[in-house]
Each structure stands twice: as structure tokens, then as C-alpha cells.
């Protein structure tokens, strides 16, 4: 059984070893000391409210963040993508579908970088600017970077993952304290959490299953609520810097 383990996680991890990450140190994405800058994946989602209530927790605060959005949800909930932009929220591209971005071959990650872009861009009513781009499962290739690179795409990294779109609303406490410790011993940065998990076709497959399981993130914006008072009381700067500081040129 062991061997059959390791097997099937050499299988999974062998194409990563010649990909390039989005993770990144504070200080070689240039970010300030003490300055906290939030992203959030896979969205929008109406599941439970949580893009429209994670949105609410936003403005309570004045804060604004980075949205890396699935082409197919984005035009599912085209609504919230503008109030995203309405509100002064940067806006990504996660590609349009939800599957991991290294295993794709390079046309297929082009049309899906590119019909990505189109579907936020149609949801928005004008042209993504500045076109930024976080790849879905935060690994792609050099041949990928070239192409995200030739059709005018930044990429955006992060140095705060907890990953948390692998876990329930039941580990609210311990996102919170990961989020807190991770962002306190880089110093600040960017925080990747999910306020989706992939397309909402399957988001609400998955719900059906398992209404309580990892596809369900409602719990996010309330989780929020405790991640950004903890940051302040540290004396943590909660606000969008420079897009110089979290695009990769």
C-alpha cells in the first residue's frame, strides 16, 4: 500500500519539478514592510453570498484586493464581476476554466488564457487593464510564461498560501492563525485565499454531495472579518499598494 503511495505521488509531482511557482518572498515581489495585500481565487460565487458578502467585509474597511477570476464564472455572475471593478478592486485572469494550468499543452493554455480574458472583459463591458494573470494551481511552465508574456499578461504571485481551499468551514480558526502567523514572519505581502473553488458547474455538484465540504467557502468573509482586525492590532498596513508590487513585468 505504501509503495503504491509513493507511486502515485511521484506520478503527481514529477511534472511540477520543472515548473515555476507564484510563490514568492515579500522582498523579491518588492512589497514594503508591513504592508498586506489581499487576493482572492476562483470567483465570483453566489453560493451562501460569498463573493457578495466577502465584498461587503471589503468596504467595511476600505480595502482593496486582487480578484483572480474564472473565465466561466465570470460570465455566469457578470454582476459581480462589475461590482468588483466598481468598488476599485483589481481584477485578474484565472483562465477560463477551472483546470490546473501546468498540465496543460500550450495551445490549450493559450485558448484558455485567452477565452478567459474575453469572458471577464465581456462581463466588465471594456477591455481588462492592466491584463494580469495568476495561473490555476499556482504552476506553469517557461513555454507558458512566454505565452502569457506574448499576449500581454503580467503574472501575479503571492507569498502568504494556506491553502485553504483544501480544508471546511470547520478550520476557520486555524486559516485565520496560518494567515496571521505567515503574514507576520514574511513581514507582510500577498495572501491567496479562495472565495471560490473551481467553476460553479462543479462547485455545485460538489455542494450537492457534500453541502458542508471544501467546495462550500461561505465561510471566508466571516473568516476575513477575524484575519483583517487581528492584522491592524499588529500594526499591519491593509490597503492596495502599486500594482508595480504584486505584477511580475
Known sequence: MRNKFLLWLFIFLFPLCSCKTINHSRAELNIPPS????SFDDG??????????????LKKYNIKAMFCL???NAE???DLVRRMYDEGHYIAN????????????PEQFRNNLVRGGEAISSALGHEMYPKLYRPHGGFYTSAQEKIIHDEGYKLVFSNV???DAVVDGTKQGKVVKQVVRKVEKQGGGIVLLHD????????AEELAKKPLGVFDRSWIPDTME??????????FILHSPSILTVAEY
Open 226 to 235: 477575524k484575519i483583517i482586525p487581528a492584522l491592524l492590532d499588529k500594526g
Open 161 to 163: 498560501r494556506v491553502y
Open 70 to 72: 474564472l473565465g466561466e
Open 35 to 38: 504592508v498586506v495585500f489581499f
Open 76 to 78: 455566469q455572475y457578470p
Open 44 to 57: 465570483p460565487n453566489v453560493h451562501g453570498d460569498t463573493t457578495a458578502r466577502l465584498l461587503d467585509v
Open 94 to 105: 484565472h483562465g477560463y476554466s477551472g483546470k490546473w494550468a501546468s498540465g496543460m499543452k
Open 196 to 203: 471560490a473553488r473551481d467553476s460553479y458547474v462543479l462547485l
